[in-house]
């Protein structure tokens, strides 16, 4: 009879059961932040404008009711004319007002940039922390981001002719890095502890070889490029790197979100995992391939933006429990929130001049840290 009662409990329970009240928080309050700095971001610039005016630009009815625009916005005026034309949409030019156009063509990227930045950083860093069972791990110190970093560097040094596919030459630096972190701490299997000191020793190593990239640099103008990739920011982004970012994201979250029930039986130990019939190093790589790749989209578009993927998936692990499938969607939802706000701190602490956002939120993610290593024991294991 029980056994009767546990099978119609598992046959009623809900595709959905595992969203919960604080996700559904993290959601909500994270949205609003990226609302509320998005409204802030398109409202300060060269052109000024007021709020209420900004806020009217970005629902402009015009934008809304003609699919077209938002089509040769999101696919580029090519593609986007030509599926406008394939779904029976019109392709006439829709005449825009100034602050519409000013909203749309030059703001708006830069809060998408920002929003997909986040999301990626965020989903890597928590398979990094799964896959290393270490909360401290993450892009930066896994060694990816530098691998990623010196790989554009070497595009916008030496191979400048290769900017069309920076997503692709930072996911492959990326992952180069990876597997040479893999390389070093491999000894008959992996261990979370030889992978973190594995990347600390590619991170340092990959970081002073872009250091020595600036001495090969002769156009300032290039310096000055390298430098922001370095430091993270969202400066001048457009519509382009909206473009080069989305269907990267569109492939890596999907895939985490597949891959979480894995990443919550790697959590129980390797021991556990085998015993279950998981096949660790097999499973832990392909894993580490998708955070590769989240972080390569998202370094290849605003260069290292340091912290995001550490402390965000920290932060919603205190908030949503450990289980992968409410973390994955809560970072998904918290990453964007976090460099969204940075940024707008980058874009006002300052004005008229602008921090990088990498700075910020080393900023905040610096103090985070220190306090939790004052309040909390055993910080580290997962």
């Given at each position: 009879m029980a056994s009767e009662t546990g099978e119609t409990v598992r046959e009623f329970d809900s595709p959905l059961s595992w969203i919960d009240s604080s996700l559904v928080t993290v959601a909500l309050v994270s949205t609003a932040i990226v609302v509320a700095s998005g409204l802030v971001q398109v409202s300060f610039g060269a052109f000024t404008m007021s709020v209420g005016t900004a806020w009217a630009a970005v629902f402009d009815p015009l934008v809304w009711t003609n699919p077209q625009v938002l089509l040769r916005l999101f696919l580029g005026e090519g593609l986007g004319n030509a599926v406008a034309a394939a779904v029976g949409l019109s392709t006439a030019a829709v005449d825009l007002p100034k602050e519409t156009l000013i909203v749309w063509q030059i703001r708006?990227?830069?809060?998408?940039?920002?929003?997909?930045?986040?999301?990626?950083?965020?989903?890597?860093?928590?398979?990094?922390?799964?896959?290393?069972?270490?909360e401290l791990a993450s892009p930066f110190i896994l060694g990816v981001s530098a691998g990623a970093g010196l790989a554009i560097l070497?595009?916008?040094?030496?191979?400048?002719?290769?900017?069309?596919?920076?997503?692709?030459i930072a996911a492959g630096g990326g992952a180069v890095a990876f597997l040479l972190v893999y390389a070093i701490a491999w000894k008959g299997g992996t261990d979370p502890v030889r992978l973190v000191l594995a990347g600390v020793i590619v991170s340092t190593v990959f970081g002073s070889l872009q250091t020595g990239l600036f001495f090969f640099a002769d156009d300032l103008g290039v310096v000055q490029s390298a430098l922001a990739w370095t430091t993270g920011s969202l400066t001048g982004v457009d519509w382009e790197q909206v473009r080069m970012s989305?269907?990267?994201?569109?492939?890596?979250?999907?895939?985490?979100?597949?891959?979480?029930?894995?990443?919550?039986?790697?959590?129980l130990g390797e021991r556990t995992a085998r015993s279950l019939g998981m096949s660790v190093e097999r499973v832990r790589f392909a894993l580490s391939a998708v955070a590769v790749l989240a972080a390569g989209t998202a370094i290849a578009v605003a260069g290292i933006?340091?912290?995001?993927?550490?402390?965000?998936?920290h932060m919603v692990r205190q908030l949503v429990g450990s289980d992968y499938k409410r973390l994955v969607v809560a970072c998904v939802f918290a990453g964007p929130a976090l460099v969204t706000l940075a940024d707008?701190?980058?874009?006002?602490?300052?004005?008229?001049?602008?921090?990088?956002?990498?700075?910020?939120t080393g900023l905040i993610g610096g103090p985070y840290f220190l306090y939790l290593m004052r309040r909390q024991e055993g910080l580290g294991g997962l």
């Open positions: 708006m990227p830069r809060v998408l940039v920002g929003v997909l930045v986040g999301a990626n950083l965020a989903v890597s860093g928590a398979v990094f922390q799964a896959v290393t069972r270490n070497l595009s916008l040094v030496v191979f400048s002719g290769l900017a069309a596919f920076l997503p692709l989305l269907p990267w994201t569109l492939v890596a979250v999907p895939l985490t979100l597949v891959g979480a029930r894995q990443l919550n039986v790697l959590l933006v340091g912290f995001v993927g550490l402390i965000v998936p707008v701190g980058a874009r006002l602490a300052l004005s008229p001049a602008q921090l990088p956002v990498g700075i910020v």
